[in-house]
């Protein structure tokens, strides 16, 4: 056998033993009797600009704080 067919033969073994393990484990599993808590918090209030801002965002969610049409090439995230 070959390397890949080795692989294949590992992962069909693996897939028929989730099936058989799905249909003797029965339905789904009970739950707690207790009911979830919910935390309620209140978002902050966002503070209003005094200028308009930039807003650009950048790849890791984070906005511009230069004013809107800045000058500059580079954008100031925070």
Known sequence: MS???NLR???EARYA????????????PAKSQRPP???????????????????HRNMGGRT????SGHAAKSHRYS
């Open 3 to 5: 390397k890949m067919d």
């Open 9 to 11: 033969a590992m992962r």
């Open 17 to 28: 033993e989730s099936q058989a393990r799905a249909k003797t484990s029965g339905a789904t």
């Open 37 to 55: 808590t919910l935390a309620v918090v209140p978002d902050p209030p966002e503070p209003e600009p005094t200028e308009a801002l930039c807003g």
């Open 64 to 67: 511009c704080t230069r004013e």
